[in-house]
């Protein structure tokens, strides 16, 4: 049943039914009945000599055709032609082969030989028609279809792809007027009703098209859809109590109809009984007979609607209770909900739904790079190592996927082991420079962790080949080479850029203060850092200690005693720190 949120507009109409029909008849007839060689028929006489070649070829082709070798029936189809140009059973099996071949215009123009040679035979003229159709070329069906139908007026079976072809030209007029002499033929069937009924709405004639529902419903009163459509049809034409009445109708014959329910909350939410409408959507939700993919547009509609909205929000949560109860083995249904929660801030909770859909439905990528990206923002690196590894076992191709495991394993501080999922993943990736980067800056980074540092700067140079302008790789490749006191010229150089791009953060001003105290330029060195402490470095245990440092370079020792004091206090200070304060003076 169509839900209400759209115009009613006629779908295109299908008849694989009836054209199934029709060319499984064919097929049968065909294989049932070898097709004459029409030996004799034409004006072309052969002497008794060719006669017998060209009916040996003709068996022998046959013979083949029916053993399934179709490249020797082909030859001797075409052996047999050369000796006897008129015979259109050969051009018909011929047009056959072409098209078993994939050569389509051969295929129609043997088949259209076949046809001038013999243009009573049904066979012959039913083929070229479906080749005609097969390949889009609907006039040419029309007319080779209405060809079939002056030589078999009382042959249903080749009305309906008469009438498909006529559709898909636009001519819905004659289209409808074939269905009706097909109609007459083989009687009022359901399916030719429906058919009518659309036609009729699709050329304006809407008064036709219920006539023809009532006549099917009262052939069939308890079919509940055809009920449905009769409604529908009733709130677009703007009759709207007939629509309700007709809604009623259905429910008087299945009371716990879930889709009814639903169309019911769609037509009372239109009409603006939004009361009614939650109680018919309450009853369609918690009813197995709608379909999950139907509750979960709803719920997604929901989604949107409840954006800032506490009432709608508090209602969308209510149905989704509902779903969790009536359609709790259903993955989706654990998504949606864990979407809800998502976006609440309830990662936990969401985790927990996301984990029963892949329990449910494993094969969801999206969903399992849902449930990583919770973990890695969650930092719950020992989970995000165990799931992105199963993971892995069914996207061994997911570039992501080896990100989110080589940063559970830089996190666990297992350095070889990020390496290698970094190393692996970064093959996977397909134009994403951006990935690219992040890649090579976890390389950089885990290279570094274990001492290799010429690895490590290669990852970095990499990454910034790549994104130059990325002021946390400029920051922290420089700060690293200032460790080292290595490279501190192309140190100074990046970690400028970094606070040309942020100027006022505070550890990429430390980063520059402490590669000129690096470099012995102490004053420069005591400027910036001021600076980092004037934009909130107070904080950091780390710029307090480097201020410290400098001021003793400076000569400001008292001073500096008094920043290593209060940056022991705040913590994340270097290991000589005690004896900096002790000795009052600095140490490396």
């Known amino acids: 049943m169509i839900l209400r949120n759209r115009n009613y507009k006629l779908r295109k109409v299908v008849y694989i039914g009836f054209l199934v029909f029709a060319t499984s008849c064919a097929a049968k007839k065909t294989a049932n009945s070898e097709v004459s060689s029409g030996f004799g028929e034409g ?9 017998i070649i060209f009916k040996t070829l003709f068996h022998e082709a046959n013979k083949f055709l029916v053993i399934e070798d179709y490249k020797k029936a082909f030859d001797k189809f075409n052996e047999a032609v050369l000796i006897y140009p008129e015979c259109a059973a050969c051009y ?3 047009s056959g ?3 078993f071949q994939g050569q389509t215009s051969l295929a129609i123009s043997t088949s259209k030989k076949s046809v001038e040679l013999n243009p009573q035979n049904t066979w012959f003229l039913l083929q070229l028609s479906y080749l005609y159709q097969r390949n889009g070329k609907h006039k040419e069906a029309v007319e080779s279809f209405k060809n079939l139908v002056a030589i078999s007026p009382n042959s249903a079976e080749y009305y309906f792809p008469l009438a498909e072809s006529q559709l898909h030209l ?7 007027a074939t269905f009706e002499a097909a109609e007459k033929i083989i009687g009022e069937s359901a399916e030719l009703s429906m058919q009518k009924h659309r036609l009729y709405l699709e050329i304006g004639q809407s008064d036709k098209a219920i006539l023809e529902l009532t006549r099917l419903i009262d052939a069939h009163p308890d079919d509940v859809a055809l009920w449905g459509v009769l409604a529908e049809l009733y709130e677009e034409i703007g009759e709207i109590e007939r629509a309700l009445e007709t809604y009623e109708k259905i429910l008087d014959i299945e009371p716990q109809n879930g889709l009814v329910r639903l169309s019911l909350y769609d037509y009372y939410r239109y009409h603006g009984n939004s009361k009614r409408a939650k109680e018919e959507l309450r009853i369609a939700m918690a009813s197995k007979d709608v379909p999950i993919d139907s509750k979960l547009q709803i719920m997604l509609n929901f989604f949107s609607e409840s954006e800032g909205n506490l009432t709608k929000r508090k209602e969308a949560y209510d149905y989704l209770e509902i779903m969790s109860v009536v359609n709790s083995d259903e993955s989706k249904t654990h998504t949606v909900y864990g979407d809800f929660l998502y976006r609440e801030g309830k990662a936990s ?47 061994p191709t997911q570039p992501e996927v080896y990100y989110f495991q080589g940063h559970a394993n830089m996190q666990l501080k297992h350095f070889e082991q990020a390496i290698e999922s970094f190393n692996t993943g970064k093959g996977f990736i397909v134009d994403n420079d951006m990935l690219n980067v992040e890649y090579y800056n976890n390389l950089g980074q885990a290279y570094r962790e274990l001492k290799q540092h010429q690895k490590s700067d290669e990852s970095f140079e990499l990454a910034l080949i790549l994104d130059p302008r990325n002021a946390l790789i400029l920051n922290n490749y420089s700060y690293y080479l200032s460790l080292r006191k290595t490279s501190l010229e192309r140190a100074e150089e990046m970690s400028k850029s970094a606070i040309e791009i942020m100027p006022e953060n505070t550890s990429f001003l430390d980063t520059y203060g402490w590669i000129l105290f690096q470099q012995e330029k ?33 000569n ?5 005693v008094e920043f290593w004091i209060k940056a022991k206090e ?13 000795h009052k003076k600095y140490y490396e």
């Open 92 to 94: 018909y099996q011929l």
């Open 349 to 395: 909770e969401a985790l927990k739904k996301y984990r029963r859909a892949v329990e449910l439905e494993p094969d969801h990528y999206s969903i399992w790079n849902q449930i990583m990206l919770i973990e890695f923002e969650n930092q719950l690196n020992e989970d995000l190592l165990i799931d992105s590894k199963k993971a892995l076992e069914l996207y």
């Open 522 to 554: 102490f004053m420069e060195s005591e400027k910036w850092l001021s600076k980092a402490i004037d934009l909130g470095g107070s904080n950091s245990g780390t710029i307090l200690e480097h201020y410290g440092d400098v001021l003793s370079k400076i």
């Open 170 to 176: 636009g001519n819905n007029k004659e289209a409808l």
């Open 43 to 51: 004006k072309h006489k052969l002497d008794h000599k060719q006669e």
């Open 570 to 582: 705040i913590g994340g200070t270097t290991n000589q720190i005690e004896n900096k304060i002790q």
């Open 556 to 560: 400001r020792v008292e001073e500096a």
């Open 97 to 99: 082969l072409y098209e």
